[in-house]
């Protein structure tokens, strides 16, 4: 049984940090991708970041790009994806994905 377990979500103050983890259980992390969204009240769920576990590339939406990095350990079977910058708008729960596989979300609330 496929798992994935969202971890790291808070509350910070614009301009802050977090590392969300995305833990993975029931396959190996050497091949799949995995996707981080995100899904603000009233909105619709958006794709922000994947990564290629098999090559390592990784792509982001217009809003992250240069803000956000994601990454993977292998050896841990874990995707983090590390928050800069985080400003209001990126008020949301955050989810990561592997094909039909979603974790249960971690809120990340920016706020002073």
């Known amino acids: 049984q496929v798992q994935l377990v969202e971890s790291g979500g808070g509350l910070v103050q614009p301009g802050g940090s977090l590392r969300l983890s995305c833990a993975v259980s029931?396959?190996?992390?050497?091949?799949?991708?995995i996707g981080w969204f995100r899904q603000a009240p009233g909105k619709e769920r958006e794709e922000i970041s994947c990564i290629h576990i098999i090559d390592g590339a990784t792509e982001y939406a217009e809003p992250v790009k240069g803000r956000f990095a994601i990454s993977s350990d292998n050896a841990k079977n874990t995707v983090y994806l590390i928050m800069s910058g985080l400003q209001p708008d990126d008020t949301a729960v955050y989810y990561c994905?592997?094909?039909?596989?979603w974790g249960q979300g971690t809120q990340v609330t920016v706020s002073s």
């Open positions: 994905q592997q094909g039909d596989f």
């Open positions: 029931g396959y190996t992390l050497d091949y799949y991708g």
